[in-house]
């Protein structure tokens, strides 16, 4: 038979059971929420200030803080709390998360460790290490959120979740149509520009005022009074834009495509223009070397050929006076051997022999034909012309034949090649062309035939009206 006791105790649990069972129903994931990790309450605390929050993440705020404020209200408090956990309101949560974890196929993680003291970083290194979205090494393991005792290296990491799972916690995400929609990930690659630097969570809300992903301290830090919306929902926004900025930016190709191609035909313009001028240049160079090789064969031939003949005919009168001189030396000792003869018949003979005419060399003769004379001054005087022109031509500038100075000196040559340069240039040109018509020394008298004395330029220093009228009168 039940005693009274017995019953009482049976009504208990049984009460206990239906509020257990209508925890979930009586209260909203939301309500259930810590403000800073965004996940399920693990161990709540209430600050003085009524709100709510896990042991570890207040904790780990208020450690990253130089002054304790509420992240929510941002109320101050003088000096650090010290805070309880709430045990029914921790075991709600646990029942909560055991209904969802349960319904899902999934077990229920640990609760992580509390928040290390004041002195040390935000987060201790144990929830640090069960975070898969801190900022990691390369060679560094991240192992698996839900494994108990023994933990297993992570083979991919949920984006939603926020988790990292092993091969055999990770099968509920492969076949559970409830995880159809979260995206898995490498762990290491879920770690890469996903994670917030300065509190090494997960960036899941967009500042809109920043234009950038911050994490959930973020917000109730420095974005506080920014507006801000879940990545979701922006990418939402921002996926409406896509064919609008699509559009812009075919239109913005066209655009530097269209002056690529503009910037390639000017560019093959000029190098078409460049190769036109050189092979021009070079013609008319080439033509120009060839003139001066045949005036320097003609003008340097004529010379030699004169040259050989005054030679020829130099050899000519050195045999002819050094017979000359045999002759008179061969005498001369035959009257010396006749003068101590005593023979009067052979010194007669001898005499006579030795005082005969003898045709001799004139001197006259002698400067006929050494008579050399070259008609080359008009020659020299144009080659000089010549010269000085095309010293102007490699150095780009003009210069006056009046005087030895620099009297006038201007740019024949442009890097831009306009065509008002080029024009400066044509007189060298044409000049260059005028030479073709004729050769030899006729050349010379052509450039001298052009050149024109400007006695501005000759006499700088003359006043034009004084050299003309006078600088002082015949009458006072």
Same mark, same amino acid.
């Given at each position: 038979?039940?005693?009274?006791?017995?019953?009482?105790?049976?009504?208990?649990?049984?009460?206990?059971?239906?509020?257990?069972?209508?925890?979930?129903?009586?209260?909203?994931?939301? +309500?259930?929420?810590?403000?800073?990790?965004?996940?399920?309450?693990?161990?709540?605390?209430?600050?003085?200030?009524?709100?709510?929050?896990?042991?570890?993440?207040?904790?780990?705020?208020?450690?990253?803080?130089?002054?304790?404020?509420?992240?929510?209200?941002?109320?101050?408090?003088?000096?650090?709390?010290?805070?309880?956990?709430?045990?029914?309101?921790?075991?709600?949560?646990?029942?909560?998360?055991?209904?969802?974890?349960?319904?899902?196929?999934?077990?229920?993680?640990?609760? *992580?460790?509390?928040?290390?003291?004041?002195?040390?970083?935000?987060?201790?290194? +144990?929830?640090?290490?069960?975070?898969?979205? *801190?900022?990691?090494?390369?060679?560094? !393991?991240?192992?698996?959120?839900?494994?108990?005792?023994?933990?297993?290296?992570?083979?991919?990491?949920?984006?939603?979740?926020?988790?990292?799972?092993?091969?055999?916690?990770?099968?509920?995400? *492969?076949?559970?149509?409830?995880?159809? =929609?979260?995206?898995?990930?490498?762990?290491?690659?879920?770690?890469?520009?996903?994670?917030?630097?300065?509190?090494?969570?997960?960036?899941?809300?967009?500042?809109?005022?920043?234009?950038?992903?911050?994490?959930?301290?973020?917000?109730?830090? +420095?974005?506080?009074?920014?507006?801000? !919306?879940?990545?979701?929902?922006?990418?939402?926004?921002?996926?409406?834009? !896509?064919?609008?900025?699509?559009?812009?930016?075919?239109?913005?190709?066209?655009?530097? /495509?269209?002056?690529?191609? $503009?910037?390639?035909?000017?560019?093959?313009?000029?190098?078409?223009?460049?190769?036109?001028?050189?092979?021009?240049?070079? @013609?008319?160079?080439?033509? !120009?070397? *060839?003139?001066?090789?045949?005036?320097?064969?003609?003008?340097?031939?004529?010379?030699?050929?004169?040259?050989?003949?005054?030679?020829?005919?130099?050899?000519?009168?050195?045999? @002819?006076?050094?017979?000359?001189?045999?002759?008179?030396?061969?005498?001369?000792?035959?009257? /010396?051997?006749?003068?101590?003869?005593?023979?009067?018949?052979?010194?007669?003979?001898?005499?006579? /022999?030795?005082?005969?005419?003898?045709?001799?060399?004139?001197?006259?003769?002698?400067?006929?034909?050494?008579?050399? $004379?070259?008609?080359?001054?008009?020659?020299?005087?144009?080659?000089?012309?010549?010269?000085? =022109?095309?010293?102007?031509?490699?150095?780009?500038?003009?210069?006056?034949?009046?005087?030895?100075?620099?009297?006038?000196?201007?740019?024949?040559?442009?890097?831009?090649?306009?065509?008002?340069?080029?024009?400066?240039?044509?007189?060298?040109?044409?000049?260059?062309?005028?030479? =073709?018509?004729?050769?030899?020394?006729?050349?010379?008298?052509?450039?001298?035939?052009?050149?024109?004395?400007?006695?501005?330029?000759?006499?700088?220093?003359?006043?034009?009206?004084?050299?003309?009228?006078?600088?002082?009168?015949?009458?006072?």
């Amino acid at each position: 038979m039940v005693t009274l006791d017995q019953a009482s105790v049976a009504v208990s649990r049984r009460s206990m059971t239906m509020a257990e069972a209508a925890a979930p129903e009586l209260f909203s994931e939301q +309500e259930l929420t810590c403000s800073i990790c965004l996940d399920l309450f693990d161990e709540p605390v209430s600050t003085p200030c009524g709100h709510n929050f896990c042991q570890v993440c207040i904790g780990g705020y208020w450690a990253s803080s130089a002054v304790c404020t509420c992240p929510l209200c941002k109320h101050q408090f003088d000096e650090r709390p010290q805070l309880s956990v709430n045990k029914v309101f921790a075991l709600i949560a646990d029942k909560y998360k055991e209904a969802r974890y349960s319904a899902a196929g999934l077990p229920v993680p640990a609760p *992580r460790t509390k928040a290390a003291p004041e002195s040390v970083p935000p987060m201790s290194n +144990e929830r640090v290490a069960t975070n898969p979205f *801190r900022t990691a090494s390369a060679e560094e !393991v991240v192992w698996c959120d839900v494994c108990t005792g023994v933990k297993r290296p992570a083979s991919s990491s949920c984006l939603t979740c926020t988790a990292s799972y092993c091969p055999e916690h990770e099968q509920p995400h *492969r076949t559970s149509a409830f995880y159809a =929609k979260h995206p898995l990930m490498d762990p290491r690659e879920a770690l890469k520009g996903r994670t917030c630097s300065l509190h090494r969570r997960l960036m899941e809300v967009y500042c809109r005022i920043c234009q950038r992903c911050i994490c959930a301290i973020c917000v109730l830090e +420095e974005h506080r009074t920014h507006k801000t !919306v879940s990545v979701q929902t922006e990418r939402l926004v921002k996926q409406k834009l !896509v064919a609008r900025t699509e559009q812009e930016m075919v239109n913005r190709i066209k655009d530097k /495509e269209t002056r690529v191609s $503009h910037l390639k035909k000017k560019m093959e313009a000029a190098k078409n223009y460049a190769d036109a001028e050189r092979a021009e240049l070079e @013609r008319l160079l080439g033509e !120009v070397s *060839r003139s001066l090789d045949r005036i320097q064969s003609r003008v340097v031939g004529d010379i030699d050929s004169q040259l050989d003949a005054v030679m020829s005919k130099g050899e000519g009168l050195v045999g @002819r006076l050094e017979t000359e001189l045999s002759l008179l030396t061969d005498r001369r000792a035959t009257l /010396e051997v006749q003068a101590i003869n005593q023979d009067h018949i052979g010194f007669l003979q001898s005499y006579e /022999e030795a005082t005969a005419p003898l045709e001799e060399t004139r001197q006259n003769d002698e400067d006929e034909e050494f008579s050399l $004379h070259f008609q080359l001054g008009e020659v020299k005087l144009g080659l000089s012309e010549i010269r000085d =022109k095309m010293e102007d031509i490699r150095t780009g500038e003009r210069r006056s034949r009046g005087s030895g100075d620099l009297m006038v000196a201007e740019s024949v040559l442009s890097l831009r090649g306009s065509s008002a340069s080029l024009r400066r240039s044509q007189w060298s040109l044409k000049d260059m062309k005028k030479s =073709k018509q004729v050769t030899g020394h006729k050349k010379a008298r052509v450039y001298m035939g052009e050149c024109q004395l400007d006695p501005t330029l000759t006499r700088p220093d003359l006043d034009p009206t004084a050299a003309a009228l006078g600088s002082e009168s015949f009458t006072d």
